[in-house]
């Protein structure tokens, strides 16, 4: 089995190339899988978007005040979080 971002070759009980890194993919992508990304990605309780949303929706004063006092790890940035609303 090769890497398929460096090439080189991998060995079958690795989940990572031991050249570049990339984590190795055994399974075909199927529409099960694009969900199951999908529901990993942007569902789960750690989401800085999903967080971000809440918090504006429930009490936005604290989180445009703690975002303006430097807490800004917790949330998405403001610009990136503009572009996303205005593009929906």
Same mark, same amino acid.
């Given at each position: 089995?090769?890497?398929?971002?460096?090439?080189?070759?991998?060995?079958?009980?690795?989940?990572?190339?031991?050249?570049?890194?990339?984590?190795?993919i055994r399974n075909r992508?199927?529409?099960?899988?694009?969900?199951?990304?999908?529901?990993?990605?942007?569902?789960?309780?750690?989401? =800085?978007?999903?967080?971000?949303?809440? &918090?504006? *929706?429930?009490?936005?004063?604290? !989180?445009?005040?703690s975002y303006i006092n430097?807490?800004? =790890?917790?949330?998405?940035?403001?610009? &990136?979080? *503009?572009a996303v609303a205005v593009? !929906?």
């Amino acid at each position: 089995m090769e890497c398929k971002n460096c090439s080189s070759q991998l060995q079958e009980n690795h989940d990572y190339c031991n050249s570049c890194g990339a984590k190795v993919i055994r399974n075909r992508l199927t529409l099960k899988n694009l969900f199951q990304h999908f529901g990993e990605e942007f569902l789960n309780y750690d989401n =800085k978007f999903l967080q971000t949303f809440i &918090g504006l *929706f429930r009490k936005p004063e604290d !989180v445009i005040g703690s975002y303006i006092n430097g807490t800004r =790890k917790k949330y998405v940035n403001a610009v &990136g979080y *503009f572009a996303v609303a205005v593009t !929906v």
